[in-house]
Nanobody
């Protein structure tokens, strides 16, 4: 069974931090790159960060570079998104996704499994 479950969202003031966690089933996680996407209010879903199966390659949306860090623990089938220096424009529902490939792309169609999402709200 393919399953991704996000946690760690919430309400935080601008400048604060949150750490999102995605617990994945073996089938969704093994030998796959993983990614985080988000859907801001009234906007389209967008790529945020991706990490290769080995963890050696990471990709980020330009606006989060230097503030967000994606990482993974393959022994625990878990991927993380550490979000620092949060801004109100980071407010969105954040989704964990399993890529079809071992190297992450930034295209949603390349991700075959998705979590239910977790809300992140950054107040000014």
């Amino acid at each position: 069974q393919v399953q991704l479950v996000e946690s760690g969202g919430g309400l935080v003031q601008a400048g604060g931090s949150l750490r999102l966690t995605c617990a994945a089933s073996e089938r969704a996680f093994s030998n796959k790159a993983m990614g985080w996407f988000r859907r801001p209010p009234g906007k389209e879903r967008e790529f945020v960060a991706g990490i290769s199966w080995s963890g050696g390659i990471t990709r980020y949306k330009d606006s989060v570079k230097g503030r967000f860090t994606i990482s993974r623990d393959n022994a625990k089938n878990t991927v993380y998104l550490q979000m620092d220096s949060l801004k109100p424009e980071d407010t969105a529902v954040y989704y964990c996704a399993g890529c079809l490939y071992m190297i992450p792309t930034q295209s949603a169609p390349d991700f075959g499994s998705w979590g239910q999402g977790t809300q992140v709200t950054v107040s000014s």
